[in-house]
Protein backbone atom coordinates (compact mmCIF):
# COMPACT_ATOMS: atom_id res chain seq x y z
CA UNK A 1 0.00 0.00 0.00
CA UNK A 2 1.69 3.11 -1.11
CA UNK A 3 0.97 6.60 0.76
CA UNK A 4 0.57 9.94 -1.09
CA UNK A 5 3.34 11.96 -0.38
CA UNK A 6 3.23 15.88 -1.19
CA UNK A 7 5.64 18.34 -1.85
CA UNK A 8 5.69 21.22 0.60
CA UNK A 9 3.75 23.95 0.08
CA UNK A 10 5.06 27.37 -0.76
CA UNK A 11 3.72 30.94 1.06
CA UNK A 12 1.34 32.59 -0.74
CA UNK A 13 3.68 35.45 0.15
CA UNK A 14 6.91 36.08 0.35
CA UNK A 15 8.96 36.54 3.46
CA UNK A 16 9.71 40.47 4.44
CA UNK A 17 13.42 39.58 5.04
CA UNK A 18 13.91 37.38 2.15
CA UNK A 19 15.53 39.43 -0.35
CA UNK A 20 13.55 40.30 -3.60
CA UNK A 21 14.08 42.21 -6.73
CA UNK A 22 13.24 45.60 -5.65
CA UNK A 23 15.33 45.37 -2.46
CA UNK A 24 18.35 44.36 -4.61
CA UNK A 25 17.92 46.82 -7.36
CA UNK A 26 17.72 49.58 -4.60
CA UNK A 27 20.64 48.45 -3.14
CA UNK A 28 22.16 48.08 -6.32
CA UNK A 29 21.19 51.77 -7.13
CA UNK A 30 22.25 53.61 -3.77
CA UNK A 31 26.16 51.76 -4.81
CA UNK A 32 26.35 53.90 -7.97
CA UNK A 33 24.42 57.14 -5.99
CA UNK A 34 27.64 56.45 -3.46
CA UNK A 35 29.91 56.99 -6.19
CA UNK A 36 28.37 59.89 -6.94
CA UNK A 37 28.42 61.86 -4.26
CA UNK A 38 31.99 60.17 -3.72
CA UNK A 39 32.89 62.02 -7.18
CA UNK A 40 31.35 65.24 -5.28
CA UNK A 41 33.77 64.73 -2.24
CA UNK A 42 36.75 64.60 -4.45
CA UNK A 43 35.70 67.94 -5.93
CA UNK A 44 35.16 69.77 -3.20
CA UNK A 45 38.49 68.52 -1.51
CA UNK A 46 40.30 69.48 -4.96
CA UNK A 47 39.08 72.82 -4.73
CA UNK A 48 40.22 73.33 -1.42
CA UNK A 49 43.48 72.17 -1.73
CA UNK A 50 43.93 74.85 -4.63
CA UNK A 51 42.22 77.84 -2.87
CA UNK A 52 43.08 77.13 1.16
CA UNK A 53 43.31 81.14 1.80
CA UNK A 54 39.82 81.68 0.65
CA UNK A 55 38.52 78.96 2.19
CA UNK A 56 40.00 79.93 5.17
CA UNK A 57 38.08 83.15 4.78
CA UNK A 58 34.65 82.32 3.96
CA UNK A 59 34.08 79.51 6.52
CA UNK A 60 33.94 81.92 9.15
CA UNK A 61 30.60 82.76 7.78
CA UNK A 62 29.17 79.08 8.84
CA UNK A 63 26.98 78.86 11.18
CA UNK A 64 27.96 75.49 12.76
CA UNK A 65 25.38 75.20 15.45
CA UNK A 66 22.64 76.21 13.46
CA UNK A 67 23.75 73.75 10.75
CA UNK A 68 24.26 70.95 13.91
CA UNK A 69 21.05 71.25 15.18
CA UNK A 70 19.72 71.08 11.77
CA UNK A 71 21.63 67.62 11.54
CA UNK A 72 20.37 66.51 14.74
CA UNK A 73 17.00 67.06 13.26
CA UNK A 74 18.10 64.92 9.85
CA UNK A 75 19.81 62.06 11.82
CA UNK A 76 16.31 61.78 13.97
CA UNK A 77 13.85 61.27 11.01
CA UNK A 78 16.09 58.10 10.18
CA UNK A 79 15.04 56.84 13.96
CA UNK A 80 11.22 57.56 13.02
CA UNK A 81 11.66 56.48 9.88
CA UNK A 82 12.45 52.89 11.47
CA UNK A 83 10.06 52.90 13.70
CA UNK A 84 7.78 53.24 10.15
CA UNK A 85 9.42 50.35 8.98
CA UNK A 86 8.86 47.99 12.13
CA UNK A 87 5.62 48.89 11.98
CA UNK A 88 5.31 48.37 7.91
CA UNK A 89 7.22 44.46 9.22
CA UNK A 90 3.77 43.70 11.01
CA UNK A 91 1.17 44.89 8.21
CA UNK A 92 0.03 48.02 10.56
CA UNK A 93 -0.27 51.18 8.55
CA UNK A 94 -2.29 53.00 10.91
CA UNK A 95 -2.36 53.55 14.31
CA UNK A 96 -4.12 51.28 16.79
CA UNK A 97 -5.14 53.93 19.15
CA UNK A 98 -5.30 57.81 20.16
CA UNK A 99 -2.95 60.03 18.22
CA UNK A 100 -0.88 60.68 21.46
CA UNK A 101 -0.33 57.27 21.99
CA UNK A 102 2.79 56.36 20.63
CA UNK A 103 3.04 53.14 21.20
CA UNK A 104 0.32 52.30 18.51
CA UNK A 105 1.60 53.94 15.54
CA UNK A 106 1.28 52.88 12.39
CA UNK A 107 3.52 53.44 9.36
CA UNK A 108 1.34 56.51 7.94
CA UNK A 109 2.26 58.38 11.29
CA UNK A 110 6.17 57.39 11.68
CA UNK A 111 6.38 58.30 8.30
CA UNK A 112 4.14 62.01 8.34
CA UNK A 113 6.92 62.71 11.11
CA UNK A 114 9.87 61.44 9.32
CA UNK A 115 8.61 63.75 6.43
CA UNK A 116 7.89 66.62 8.80
CA UNK A 117 11.16 66.50 9.96
CA UNK A 118 12.86 66.50 6.56
CA UNK A 119 10.45 69.69 5.53
CA UNK A 120 11.88 71.54 8.25
CA UNK A 121 15.73 70.14 7.18
CA UNK A 122 14.94 71.42 4.05
CA UNK A 123 13.83 74.74 4.86
CA UNK A 124 16.58 75.22 7.49
CA UNK A 125 18.92 74.72 4.70
CA UNK A 126 17.16 77.02 2.64
CA UNK A 127 17.08 79.71 5.35
CA UNK A 128 20.92 79.23 5.63
CA UNK A 129 21.55 79.16 1.83
CA UNK A 130 19.70 83.35 1.85
CA UNK A 131 21.56 84.25 4.96
CA UNK A 132 25.05 83.09 2.97
CA UNK A 133 23.82 84.47 -0.10
CA UNK A 134 23.41 88.25 1.85
CA UNK A 135 26.84 87.35 2.73
CA UNK A 136 28.12 87.38 -1.00
CA UNK A 137 28.73 83.91 -1.06
CA UNK A 138 26.86 82.38 -4.02
CA UNK A 139 27.32 79.45 -6.75
CA UNK A 140 29.66 82.09 -9.06
CA UNK A 141 30.99 84.10 -6.03
CA UNK A 142 34.07 81.65 -6.13
CA UNK A 143 35.73 78.12 -5.95
CA UNK A 144 34.14 77.83 -2.35
CA UNK A 145 30.92 79.10 -3.20
CA UNK A 146 30.37 76.57 -6.09
CA UNK A 147 31.26 73.50 -3.87
CA UNK A 148 29.55 74.45 -0.84
CA UNK A 149 26.12 74.97 -3.00
CA UNK A 150 26.70 72.30 -5.23
CA UNK A 151 27.45 69.51 -2.85
CA UNK A 152 24.66 70.34 -0.29
CA UNK A 153 22.45 71.16 -3.08
CA UNK A 154 22.49 68.10 -4.59
CA UNK A 155 21.68 66.58 -1.15
CA UNK A 156 18.80 68.83 -0.45
CA UNK A 157 17.54 67.58 -3.50
CA UNK A 158 17.72 63.74 -2.79
CA UNK A 159 16.53 64.71 0.63
CA UNK A 160 13.53 66.31 -1.45
CA UNK A 161 12.88 62.98 -3.52
CA UNK A 162 13.33 60.84 -0.26
CA UNK A 163 9.69 63.36 0.90
CA UNK A 164 8.29 62.81 -2.38
CA UNK A 165 8.60 58.95 -2.17
CA UNK A 166 6.80 58.64 1.69
CA UNK A 167 3.69 60.87 0.17
CA UNK A 168 3.45 58.12 -1.93
CA UNK A 169 4.08 54.94 0.18
CA UNK A 170 1.56 57.18 2.75
CA UNK A 171 -0.74 57.65 -0.47
CA UNK A 172 -0.63 53.92 -1.46
CA UNK A 173 -1.08 52.67 2.55
CA UNK A 174 -4.44 54.24 2.56
CA UNK A 175 -5.32 53.18 -1.45
CA UNK A 176 -4.56 49.51 -0.55
CA UNK A 177 -7.65 47.99 0.28
CA UNK A 178 -5.45 45.33 1.91
CA UNK A 179 -1.98 46.36 3.67
CA UNK A 180 0.08 43.29 2.71
CA UNK A 181 3.31 42.55 1.64
CA UNK A 182 4.25 44.18 -1.35
CA UNK A 183 3.27 47.68 0.63
CA UNK A 184 5.19 46.58 3.49
CA UNK A 185 8.19 45.67 1.08
CA UNK A 186 7.80 49.42 -0.59
CA UNK A 187 8.00 51.21 3.03
CA UNK A 188 11.36 49.53 3.79
CA UNK A 189 13.18 50.32 0.24
CA UNK A 190 12.49 53.92 0.77
CA UNK A 191 13.79 53.54 4.08
CA UNK A 192 17.00 52.09 2.24
CA UNK A 193 17.07 55.70 0.60
CA UNK A 194 16.58 57.89 3.51
CA UNK A 195 19.55 55.61 5.50
CA UNK A 196 21.08 56.18 2.84
CA UNK A 197 20.59 60.31 2.49
CA UNK A 198 21.05 61.03 6.10
CA UNK A 199 24.47 59.14 6.10
CA UNK A 200 25.72 60.96 3.03
CA UNK A 201 24.94 64.32 5.22
CA UNK A 202 26.68 63.66 8.17
CA UNK A 203 29.74 63.03 5.84
CA UNK A 204 29.16 66.62 4.28
CA UNK A 205 28.62 68.14 7.80
CA UNK A 206 31.58 66.65 9.23
CA UNK A 207 33.58 67.84 6.19
CA UNK A 208 32.06 71.30 5.64
CA UNK A 209 31.65 72.31 9.08
CA UNK A 210 34.06 70.66 11.05
CA UNK A 211 37.19 70.23 8.05
CA UNK A 212 37.07 73.71 6.88
Known amino acids: MTTATHAPT ?18 VWLASELMFFAGLFAMYFTLRSTSSEIWAEETQLLNVPFALANTIILVASSVTCQFGVFAAERLQPRRLAGVFNIAKWGMVEWFLLTFLMGAVFV ?26 YITTGFHGLH ?5 VAFLLIIG ?18 VSYYWHFVD ?3 I ?3 IIIYFLQ
Open 123 to 148: AVQAFEYAHLVSDGITLASGPYGSAF
Open 172 to 189: RAYAARRFGHFEATSAIV
Open 159 to 163: VIGGL
Open 203 to 205: GLF
Open 199 to 201: VVW
Open 10 to 27: SPVHPTLNRPNMVSVGTV
